[in-house]
């Protein structure tokens, strides 16, 4: 039988759900091996065609939030190379799918509004860690994504 988005939604936040729970618990290699279940299930969500079951937002939620969440996860064990690392991973996937022209419109859409949080969360480790190489390189990618388009005045993606 076919899985469908929805379902691999759910599914994604059952596997979630689970992950915080073990990271609750103090259990961080558990929580992460969750998390990186969800990371797989947000990737195919991601990569599926847009269905009526399921928004483009909540598609992208999910893979924004399955990577704020194992940053967290390596921030608190005091990993910040690493936590930086799924923040640019993250923040650099949606630039991406801003800028490719063959990607779903909502899909898109989406993620400008979730590179906002990427963005903030990547301003956030910058005034916690310090300057890091990979975090400029990340948040400057985002800034050229969007550029002026000198005929319509609106934003384009370059």
Known sequence: ???????????????????????????????????????ALSRALLACSPSEDESADDRVAAFVVTHLNLADLHAEAEHTAAAAAWLCSAHCALMSLVRDPAADRDLQQAA??????????????LGQHGNADTVLTALRAGCMSFMASPTSGRPTLH
């Open 1 to 39: 039988m076919k899985t469908s988005a929805s379902d691999r939604l759910r599914e994604w936040e059952r596997t979630m759900r689970s992950g915080t729970n073990a990271a609750r618990c103090g259990y961080a290699l558990i929580a992460e091996g969750l998390y990186l279940e969800a990371l």
């Open 112 to 125: 400008v509004r979730h590179s906002r949080e990427t963005h903030a969360a990547l301003l956030e480790h």
